[in-house]
């Protein structure tokens, strides 16, 4: 595939948010943001207001690490056939299984008390991360290997807003269920958010475009089975590169984002003000966000739209420094939460459109496992070590201007990598139109 646009109409850009792939990847993305919500916002402020101190909260963001390790078991999804469900396809077993462990995992996460015993909190909420980030591993390589090279941009797109639906509807379901039945509750009926993906994947069966490996038959086969997807990938050309602006180009972003929830505790935002600004306003922005993010990728073409994406996120974070200096101004949160949200839903179409046009078919599951474990790890490692501190040092609006600084090494790397021609250089077969006609040998 060019990663340039080619010439097109309007229409032509829509037209593939019509399409059942386009739609399947809504589905999925509704059932692989809401695991987020549940360890992510809505944890931090369940444990806001059972009183947990600012190190502590932020220190369960480490709960998210999980995601960042799961390329160590992603080849399983590529390579090991299930019993039973097995006979449905290798991505369909894999999602049904995946799908029933995170409905078990929010259960019981569900049923822990936090004020009772933080310890089986921070256990449940790992579990929740397991499972969370193998559901993942399935929903993506689905995706991919679901979606022809044209519908990236826009099966990204749509993936994105059932995420941000999935995301921005859990933690609203959450937060107001836990205002009248409890917090158990609340999860308990989470849970089933999970359910999307997983009748998805049973009424369109297996990807067409999905490629087996090489069989495997012994323990040497198992191990070339694992090393195989990353030795394939920093064989390419500028990969080392394009590996190190996948880890630091969203350091910011992220630092910034997971410690939105508790700028809005300290400025004295109630529950019901945070579920109408935060998730009402910003689910709207977010899917305007995405809807341009769609088409701008269609019509700029990829290095164009991923360079715009990450000025964008980068300036959006200046909002929020700006929100903490006004203080408690409903009108202030509703301008930070509207352009960071449409700053990162643009961003995240046209940005996990070029992560997913890097992988070999052949290595869906475990070479995007790969790339989307780097792209938040340093983010959120830093906001679990150090973020709390920070803050508590430096004041909120000091924060979140040094978490603008932060996002500069990614732009400046990635311009040079356009310039250069490291982007076109290190992509893979889902990006080439040529892998849909060809076998591999």
């Known amino acids: 595939m060019s990663t340039e646009a080619s010439d097109r109409n309007l229409w032509d850009s829509l037209r593939p948010y019509l399409e059942k792939e386009s739609v399947a990847a809504f589905f999925l993305g509704v059932s692989s943001g809401f695991p987020y919500a549940m360890i992510g916002a809505t944890l931090t402020t369940r444990l806001a207001q059972d009183g947990i101190d600012k190190k502590t909260v932020t220190a369960f963001t480490l709960a998210f690490l999980v ?20 006979r449905l396809g ?18 019981n996460l569900a049923l822990v008390d936090p004020s009772a015993d933080l310890g089986a909190t921070v256990l449940a909420a790992v579990l929740v991360g397991v499972a969370g980030a193998t559901f993942d591993i399935v929903i993506d390589a689905y995706r ?54 997983m009748l ?26 694992i090393i195989g997807p990353f030795g394939e990938f920093f064989r390419r050309h500028g990969a080392w590169l394009v590996l190190l602006f996948i880890l630091v180009h969203k350091v910011g972003d992220t630092l910034a984002n997971l410690t939105f929830r508790l700028l809005f505790d300290d400025l004295g935002f109630t529950n019901d003000e945070i579920a109408l600004w935060d998730v009402g306003v910003g689910f709207w922005a977010y899917l305007i966000g ?20 990450l000025v964008l996120m980068a300036v959006s974070n200046l909002s929020f420094a700006a929100l903490a200096a006004a203080g408690h101004s409903n009108l202030g949160m509703a301008g930070a939460i509207g352009f960071e949200n449409i700053a990162s839903g643009y961003g995240g179409v046209v940005v996990v459109a070029y992560f997913s046009a890097l992988c070999d078919l052949r290595y869906t599951a475990a070479q995007y496992a790969l790339i989307s474990a780097a792209a938040s790890i340093v983010g959120r490692f830093a906001t679990g ?35 250069s021609g490291l982007v076109d250089a290190a992509m893979g077969t889902a990006g080439e139109e040529k892998s849909d006609a060809e076998p591999f040998a």
């Open 200 to 225: 998805t994947a049973l009424i369109l069966g297996e990807p067409e475009r999905h490629r087996e490996p090489t069989a495997r038959k012994g323990v040497g086969e198992v191990i070339a089975s």
């Open 144 to 197: 991919i290997e679901t979606l022809k090279p044209y519908q990236l941009g826009t099966g990204s797109g749509m993936s994105q807003y059932g995420w941000r639906i999935g995301s921005a509807g859990a933690g609203a379901l959450a937060l107001f269920m836990a205002a009248r039945s409890g917090w158990s509750a609340a999860y308990l009926a989470c849970a089933l958010f999970a359910l999307p993906a």
């Open 67 to 86: 995601y960042n390790l799961k390329v160590f078991w992603a080849w399983l999804v590529d390579g090991v056939r299930l019993p039973l469900l097995g």
């Open 385 to 419: 070590t150090t973020a709390g501190a920070l803050i508590e040092g430096m004041g909120y609006v000091n924060f979140y201007m040094l978490t603008t600084v932060l996002a500069l090494p990614g732009i400046v790397l990635f311009w040079w990598m356009s310039r």
């Open 90 to 107: 290798q991505r369909v077993s894999w999602m049904l299984l995946a799908g029933s462990l995170v409905m078990a995992a929010v259960a």
């Open 290 to 309: 995405v809807f341009i993010g769609g088409v701008a990728y269609a019509k700029m073409g990829l290095k164009r739209s991923v360079l715009l994406a």
